[in-house]
């Protein structure tokens, strides 16, 4: 059985002992701290750096966890329990193993998927400078699910919504306009920014210093919320057939690349994703991006989660009590409490992350 105390209730206690792992550890740390913004007790926010193995290996792997805040906790965990248990044992000697922990570490502290500004991080990774991608989709999407009150009718009402517009346009058109990212309502779902992100910003300086000398590098960025419950999904977004494609399906088998499990019938076209911006920024190095999710509830709740944290966003002050029984649900789908959930990513996370520390050290 699993230790679950890796598991955490704040985000103060996950860094403390994933901080606490990585130095019993021997890991190298190095911390980027947030300049702007703090927890929700005034606590300061950081992405923290773990390199196990040597600094200057030419083959590097990087787990990542926060991307979207709350989804961090199960992430961190992995990353605490892999260190705990001795993970480092079985570097290779011309491979390092690099831990990003809380790449939104506002929205890990407070619970939420989104920074501080509203952006979902994992739309942001796009050039700013230029036009924004257009999704007509989600502009008319919009004033039906952004309602200033939160109960059961109105609730059935967004869904009436949502599947009106799945039905006339199909399932693609509906998840490249709910879920794709948008760039033209600051107030609604999966909104890009009008900037780069605090986040997105250490995260390539992260990566630049830490991992920008490497011959090979890998990335698994740890995700909740798609799939099976007890179960997880990858998310390889290379060209089929392509060399990083064929990599990945080579460090852990079929499942890496042909979205076993995924509980979207249509995958969106996703636009700012954190894993093409460090391929981005490792121009120079042969490189290989999953994302890992592991399952929580079905569809209809994570959509249902994510209308309720708009809400609570723009329009929860205005009622406290029922803004603390939605936000307890939302914290529920996204970080499940149940113990045989939590069982279940530290079993499996074990098991991708030896694959991928082998995987990248492979010539």
């Known amino acids: ?5 890796v598991f955490s209730g704040t985000y103060a206690e996950a860094r403390g002992k994933f901080l606490d792992a990585a130095r019993s550890a021997g890991a190298h740390l190095a911390h980027y701290r947030h300049d702007a913004a703090k927890g929700p007790e005034g606590e300061e926010l950081y992405l923290d750096v773990a390199v196990l193995g040597r600094t200057d290996a030419p083959n590097m792997m990087v787990v990542g966890c926060g991307t979207h805040g709350i989804e961090g906790f ?74 200033a009150t939160w109960d059961e009718e109105t609730v059935r009402r967004m869904f009436e919504a949502l599947e009106s517009f799945r039905t006339e346009q199909g399932e693609q058109a509906f998840s490249d306009a709910y879920n794709g990212g948008q760039y033209s309502h600051a107030d609604g779902f999966f909104f890009g920014g009008h900037r780069a992100q605090w986040a997105n910003e250490a995260f390539r300086k992260a990566i630049r210093t830490h991992v920008g000398h490497a011959k090979r590098a890998g990335i698994i960025d740890l995700h909740t919320g798609i799939g099976p419950f007890l179960d997880h999904v990858f998310l390889c977004f290379h060209p089929s057939e392509s060399p990083a494609y064929e990599r990945a399906r080579a460090w852990w088998g079929e499942r890496a690349v042909n979205r076993q499990g995924s509980t979207h019938k249509a995958l969106a076209v996703y636009k700012g994703l954190l894993v093409d911006a460090f391929q981005a920024e490792l121009a120079n190095a042969e490189t290989t991006a999953v994302v890992i999710e592991f399952g929580t509830r079905s569809r209809p709740d994570m959509q249902r989660a994510n209308m309720s944290l708009r809400w609570l966003r723009f329009h929860g002050q205005d009622n406290p009590g029922l803004s603390k029984t939605v936000h307890a649900e939302y914290v529920e789908a996204f970080y499940p409490s149940e113990p045989e959930w939590r069982t279940a990513v530290l079993e499996q996370s074990r098991v991708f992350l030896d694959q991928a520390v082998a995987g990248v050290g492979k010539e």
């Open 74 to 147: 199960s992430g961190s965990a992995a990353q605490t329990a892999w260190m705990r248990e001795g993970g480092a044992k079985r570097i290779g000697r011309d491979t390092a193993m690099v831990f990003l922990h809380a790449h939104n570490p506002w929205g890990f502290s407070h619970k939420q998927r989104v920074t501080e500004e509203n952006v979902d991080l994992n739309r942001n990774f796009v050039d700013h400078s230029q036009p924004y991608p257009p999704n007509s989709g989600y502009a008319r999407l919009h004033p039906a699910i952004s309602p």
């Open 1 to 5: 059985m699993p230790d679950l105390t």
